[in-house]
């Protein structure tokens, strides 16, 4: 089945930009995403990509997609203490002759940050 | 419009005892889906309702977990018997139809002694 990837940990200090990374195995993702969990919080959507894109920029945040090797990552730049969370990689392919139409997640990788 | 809200934000109860956690998706938003977080398994989806039906409820982990949609501005996520391997934080998320976007609920922090 599928299955997304990515490391545990991350520390950066404040200013730094972090890279988290991600790789996936499903061929067929349409849509990759990223999560930010705040501690006793929900998931919160961050931003997406669709497969047919290599990039994508949002203000401090930057999604870059290697479709050839399966690897997401996500680029924070000037990394604030305020983005100390744990970030999610997702994947989807939407809709399906099955009619499937779920997220499959990473386990997360806890972004601490240093004042 | 608030988010997806979920109750109780805490549950502790007794094993054996009946659960149900509850969820009020994003108005006009067509799925609806339950997710189960542990820190051993990491998110996994449990099931998910397109306009109220169940579409997929392959990942209820058995016959004790039951979830329904009676309409589209609630759903219910039940477990008789609670057993304490049913700890977990429980999230529900709404997508509109056709875009590939979940919100997610703050969740629920179920906790089985």
């Known amino acids: 089945g599928e299955d997304v990837e990515q490391s545990l940990f991350l520390s950066v200090r404040e200013g730094d930009s972090s890279v988290i990374n991600c790789t996936y195995t499903d061929s067929s993702s349409t849509y990759l995403y990223w999560y930010k969990q705040e501690p006793g919080a929900g998931l919160q959507l961050l931003t997406y990509?669709?497969?047919?894109?290599d990039m994508k920029q949002d203000q401090r945040l930057t999604v870059l997609l290697n479709k050839k090797d399966k690897h997401l990552s996500l680029r924070i730049a000037d990394t604030q203490t305020g983005d100390s969370a744990i970030y999610f990689c997702?994947?989807?392919?939407?809709?399906?002759?099955?009619?499937?139409?779920?997220?499959?997640f990473g386990k997360g990788t806890k972004l601490s940050v240093i004042p | 419009d608030a988010g997806v809200i979920q109750s109780p934000r805490h549950e502790v109860t007794e094993m054996g005892q009946e659960v149900t956690l509850r969820c009020k998706p994003i108005s006009g938003h067509d799925y609806l889906f339950w997710y189960r977080q542990t820190m051993m398994r990491g998110l996994e989806l449990l099931i998910y309702?397109?306009?109220?039906?169940?579409?997929?409820d392959s990942g209820m982990p058995e016959d004790r977990f039951s979830a329904k949609m009676p309409n589209a501005s609630f759903s219910t996520l039940k477990i008789q018997p609670s057993e304490p391997r049913d700890s977990a934080v429980y999230f529900c998320?709404?997508?509109?139809?056709?875009?590939?976007?979940?919100?997610f609920g703050q969740g629920t922090r179920l906790t089985v002694v």
């Open positions: 309702f397109n306009n109220n039906v169940p579409i997929d």
């Open positions: 997702a994947e989807s392919n939407g809709y399906s002759g099955a009619g499937s139409y779920q997220l499959t």
């Open positions: 998320a709404s997508s509109p139809t056709g875009a590939a976007e979940a919100f």
């Open positions: 990509i669709f497969s047919n894109m």
